[in-house]
């Protein structure tokens, strides 16, 4: 049900680098992370960008929205700065240009579909055929486990990732599990559910295990939370603490089913 890392790094590098950049994929690397969790979007001429934010302000230097610039305008903005002096001039990562670097240094994707309002299905659909066409030759081989696992909040977006990359993992994304998570999830193919381990319980957690589905937590930043919920049987969570929360817990918590190797 789960075929991938179950500890993955927050963003990148967690509360170690600013979010969504290649500083915080090196960051992830120096911790011993091979694994990510990160977002994309689409800018303005429709090119992919690695952000999480729908608008400019928190983690890149600017105003107005992701959606009035094009990839090109966004790449030469400041998305380093915010997080310490040192990374000033690190910019906002073409989705391409994220993708080959965790490619080059052997990281596993879980790649958020992060569309801006009214852009879902576009959002989904670019995303979608860009993962699939990186990774034709790993899709053909039928290993989920060397493909990365597409996730959203969005059922449209991923209805579209379907429709335009079908074998390509996806997940759907709840704050909360929701009574009919298993019908969505089988509509959309998804062999995954997300979820916001702040309201997950033990009877929820083998609930979706007992559905047939992987289940994921975001995000974990407690060592005593994070062995709580390997206890339950979640498969995999994503932290910010690569600090204190290393790639290894799963092998290392007590009572936590080993990581696969």
């Known amino acids: 049900m789960w075929p991938y890392p179950k500890v993955v790094a927050h963003r990148g590098g967690g509360k170690m680098a600013p979010e969504n950049t290649l500083a915080g994929l090196r960051a992830g690397l120096a911790h011993g992370f091979q694994a990510v969790e990160f977002d994309v979007m ?128 996806r997940a759907c994304l709840f704050e909360r599990v929701p009574p009919d998570f298993a019908a969505q999830a089988r509509a959309l193919g998804a062999l995954a559910v997300h979820t916001n381990q702040k309201h997950l319980g033990a009877a929820q957690a083998r609930a979706v295990r007992d559905a047939g589905f992987g289940l994921f937590c975001y995000t974990v930043n407690d060592p005593i939370r994070a062995r709580e919920l390997l206890s339950w049987g979640v498969d995999g969570f994503c932290t910010d603490r690569i600090d204190l929360i290393g790639p290894d817990f799963a092998k290392r918590a007590p009572g936590g089913p080993a990581a696969p190797v």
Request: with cysteine; charged share 20%.
């Open 42 to 169: 689409l800018a303005r001429d429709g090119v992919a960008v690695v952000m999480h934010d729908p608008h400019l302000g928190r983690t890149v230097a600017g105003a107005g929205n992701v959606f009035d610039y094009d990839a090109a305008e966004l790449a030469r903005m400041d998305a380093g700065s915010w997080f310490g002096p040192r990374f000033a001039g690190e910019t906002v990562p073409l989705f391409t240009d994220f993708v080959r670097f965790c490619r080059d240094h052997a990281i596993w994707m879980n790649i958020e579909i992060k569309p801006a309002p009214g852009f879902e299905a576009r959002t989904g659909a670019v995303v979608a055929r860009l993962t699939g066409e990186l990774f034709a030759r790993e899709a053909a081989a039928g290993d989920p486990a060397r493909l990365p696992l597409l996730s959203s909040f969005s059922m449209e977006a991923l209805a579209a990732a379907r429709a335009a990359a079908p074998d390509v993992p």
